[in-house]
């Protein structure tokens, strides 16, 4: 049987299928935290984390929101939580 993923890999793998996986598909913070009912600034911390861990890429829209995305290296940690 599987055991339950931590919770920072749930966000990763939420990034991941929203197929935020390039700059002109990425997500918002507050997205990622409505679909996990958490609070926008717990999911941005944890995905500024994963950034300096080269996992994730954010960038500030039009409307100066951050914006997040997976790097290759977060597709294939998000792939490898599955094998």
Same mark, same amino acid.
């Given at each position: 049987m599987? $055991? /339950?993923? &931590?919770? &920072?890999d #749930?966000?990763? =793998?939420t990034?991941?299928?929203? @197929?935020?996986?390039? +700059?002109?598909?990425a997500?918002?913070? $507050? $997205?990622? +935290?409505? !679909?996990? =009912?958490?609070?926008? %600034? /717990?999911i $941005? *911390? !944890?995905?500024?984390k994963y #950034? %300096?861990e080269?996992?994730?890429?954010n960038?500030?829209d039009?409307?100066?929101? #951050?914006?997040y995305y997976? *790097?290759?290296?977060?597709i294939?940690?998000? @792939?490898? !939580?599955?094998?």
């Open positions: 599987r $055991e /339950e993923l &931590p919770f &920072p #749930k966000v990763l =793998q990034l991941h299928n929203l @197929c935020a996986t390039a +700059a002109d598909l997500r918002r913070g $507050e $997205e990622v +935290a409505r !679909i996990l =009912q958490k609070d926008s %600034s /717990e $941005e *911390t !944890i995905l500024d #950034k %300096s080269g996992f994730a890429e960038f500030y039009n409307e100066g929101k #951050k914006r997976l *790097t290759g290296k977060g294939i940690k998000v @792939c490898s !939580i599955f094998t």
